[in-house]
């Protein structure tokens, strides 16, 4: 009997990001988006967002940016629900009923723009002079990097500011070589966020604060690099993980552990950047930009298997991967498959 979570889904041109949420696949392929049933692999709609661009989807709704608007899309049907023009391709957040996006402003670096969900009217916006990273919200609180160090918590409700961590705050140095700040995710009420350095490393770090109180609850010295930040180039290689955050830099991913920052550090064949990490039985997977996706042991570090990505063209990106009903899914060129974890065996075959 054949193995009923095993599937191939045809896409036009290189996936170069995926997501699974409630048992439907979301594969961004260059400007279009897809939605594929997690059973069966059937296509189930596709968009055109005009650019391409990163999405997250909440609630029942897509929202995906690109092409100059951040659009909100029924998971269900496909169909667009609102569009909003003047947001840039960076990952919006969602919570309490409102979408957060960041836009460019004609008079400073960039423009936070808060939506009402349902009909994406702007609620209110905040213009700042230093560029603003992609936002993270709780839907009662915003929280928004800044590339000036500073790192800000402001209220959902009108914009007016909570607490705020100053550049100083995280290196006495900071000001003078330090760069901006990125959230990477937020959990339990606990905010990860990463240091971005002008120099090079030790000064490079992800913390963890308390989301309410802006309380720094741990400091790790660690590697994360971005990349270039070009949306065809997929998303940057961090995410949320069982105990803890990933983060990635070129040939390496680091779990940190929630409660102190503990570091585990997963080291790939060769030193290229890798796609956001997942952890799937046991292990750490991610793809790199060399064309293969890696499995590591989570406890030991010893690398478990390696598969070639062998259709991907060159300078594509790192493949995508995701968790779907106990298998790894990757996102390939032409194609969205499942990879046995235990094995790296790819099916269908």
Known sequence: M???????????????????????????CGPQVYA???????????IDTGTPGPFRVAEGVLYATGGGHVRAVDVRTGGERWRFRGAIPMRPAVAGGRVCVIGDSPRWG????????????EKWRMEADPKLAAPATDGDLIFVGCAD??????????????WRIEP???????????????????????????GLPYDPPPLGFVAAVDARTGQELWQTAAGYDPGAGRPDEGDPPAAEAPGGVCVGEPGLVTHLAAADGRPRGYRFTEPTRCSP???????????????????????????????????????????????????????GHRRVYHVDPRTGATFPA
């Open 2 to 28: 054949a193995d009923p979570v095993a599937w191939r889904a045809e896409v036009d041109g290189t996936v170069i990001r995926l997501a699974v949420v409630n048992d439907t696949v979301f594969a961004g």
């Open 36 to 46: 594929f049933d997690a059973v069966t692999g059937a296509e189930l709609w596709r």
């Open 110 to 121: 960039r423009t936070l723009h808060v939506l009402n969900a349902r009909n994406g009217a």
């Open 149 to 162: 160090g500073a790192l800000l918590a402001l209220r959902g409700r009108n914009g007016r500011e909570r």
């Open 168 to 194: 100083h705050h995280w290196h006495p140095d900071w000001p003078e070589r330090g760069g901006g700040i990125e959230v990477l995710g937020l959990t339990d009420g606990v905010l990860y966020l990463a």
């Open 277 to 331: 990490p997942v952890m799937i039985a046991g292990l750490v997977c991610a793809g790199t930009a060399g064309q293969l996706i890696e499995a590591f042991d989570a406890a030991t570090g010893r690398r478990e298997w390696v598969v070639k990505d062998v259709l991907r063209p060159e300078n594509s990106g790192p493949p995508p991967v995701a968790v779907c009903r106990g298998r790894l899914l990757v996102g």
